[in-house]
């Protein structure tokens, strides 16, 4: 199956923007749609947002929108999530998961990456 992995998290303050990136391999990720999700500690794990490998269609969490998001390059087999306008609790570890079925926009499976660490905090 398709194989991802996330880049680009780190230590932001409060305000400030991050771009993360999940990059496919083995598979061109035009053939999945691509969540991101995150987990704080002790929270469950949240979708945050999610592209569809048929249209140009997106989610957010309501908690994101306005401030984040999300694009495709499908030549670069990368999904993109611009992230601005980030608060402390946009804490948490982004996962990206890619899956050729989807509920709405968002893949209902897949294949998980390792994860990136965000942190916001002054």
């Known amino acids: 199956q398709v194989q991802v992995a996330e880049s680009g998290g780190g230590l932001v303050q409060p305000g400030g923007s991050l771009r993360l990136s999940c990059a496919a391999s083995r598979f061109t990720l035009d053939y999945y749609a691509v969540g991101w999700f995150r987990q704080a500690p002790g929270k469950e794990r949240e979708g945050v947002s999610c592209i569809s490998n048929t249209d140009g269609s997106t989610y957010y969490a309501d908690s994101v929108k306005g401030r984040f998001a999300i694009s495709r390059d499908n030549a670069k087999n990368t999904v993109y999530l611009q992230m601005n306008s980030l608060k402390p609790e946009d804490t948490a570890v982004y996962y990206c998961?890619?899956?050729?079925?989807?509920?709405?926009?968002?893949?209902?499976?897949?294949?998980w990456g390792q994860g990136t660490q965000v942190t916001v905090s002054s």
């Open positions: 998961v890619a899956g050729p079925r989807v509920v709405g926009v968002c893949p209902s499976g897949g294949s």
